[in-house]
T-cell receptor, first 112, second 114 residues
Framework: TQLLEQSPQFLSIQEGENLTVYCNSS?????LQWYRQEPGEGPVLLVT?????EVKKLKRLTFQFGDARKDSSLHITAAQPGDTGLYLC????????????FGDGTTLTVKP | DAGVTQSPTHLIKTRGQQVTLRCSPK?????VSWYQQALGQGPQFIFQ???????QRGNFPDRFSGHQFPNYSSELNVNALLLGDSALYLC?????????????FGPGTRLLVL
């Protein structure tokens, strides 16, 4: 059972465009992380959100955690080729601490 | 401050063989988790070690086993390798502070089973 659904699966855009990717679940998570992964490398942590409705900004990236802590979104403004990669969301629960559940990711390609 | 390190970076084995992968956690971290990432998929949780014991386990068979040493480093062992075990194996370390632990990943070990 895939507990975290990420959409879209693939996204190809031109440099300078804006985009939003989504991470949805029917389950409640105590925290949710977003990672970016490049081919052949491990995921690199971008942000952790823990409070329902929380919004965090990291330069051109804006992360939002849903009020019910079941979903999240990542918005990128003025995308650049360096933003290219696989964006993964992962959720963790208090009742099952230490076991993160990952979505299958959104593969983003930003063309110059 | 060294991050999470893993060895080897790449490995080729044949069916039926056994493999051991190694991980050193980020400085100050005491918890190590192992994940398997098949091509085109997100990482799948294998198990987690804390205080040299397995705390959590995902849906992986007993062929997958692990160990954590007093210095917090960890090993993942896979016996009787199958073609389907080919994947990127990721180690993540964290510091157990309540349940809101943030994990930091190593670069992974790419295992190919022929």
């Amino acid at each position: 059972t895939q507990l975290l659904e990420q959409s879209p699966q693939f996204l190809s855009i031109q440099e300078g465009e804006n985009l939003t990717v989504y991470c949805n679940s029917s389950s409640v998570f105590s925290s949710l992380q977003w990672y970016r992964q490049e081919p052949g490398e491990g995921p690199v942590l971008l942000v952790t959100v823990v409070t329902g409705g929380e919004v965090k900004k990291l330069k051109r990236l804006t992360f939002q955690f849903g009020d019910a802590r079941k979903d999240s979104s990542l918005h990128i403004t003025a995308a650049q080729p360096g933003d290219t990669g696989l964006y993964l969301c992962a959720g963790a629960r208090y009742t099952n601490a230490g076991k993160s559940t990952f979505g299958d990711g959104t593969t983003l390609t930003v063309k110059p | 401050d060294a991050g999470v390190t893993q060895s080897p970076t790449h490995l080729i084995k044949t069916r039926g063989q056994q493999v051991t992968l190694r991980c050193s956690p980020k400085s100050g971290h005491d918890t190590v988790s192992w994940y398997q990432q098949a091509l085109g998929q997100g990482p799948q949780f294998i198990f987690q070690y804390y205080e040299e014991e397995e705390r959590q386990r995902g849906n992986f068979p007993d062929r997958f086993s692990g160990h954590q040493f007093p210095n917090y480093s960890s090993e993942l062992n896979v016996n009787a390798l199958l073609l389907g075990d080919s994947a990127l194996y990721l180690c993540a370390s964290s510091s157990l502070q309540g349940a809101r632990e943030t994990q930091y990943f190593g670069p992974g070990t790419r295992l190919l089973v022929l």
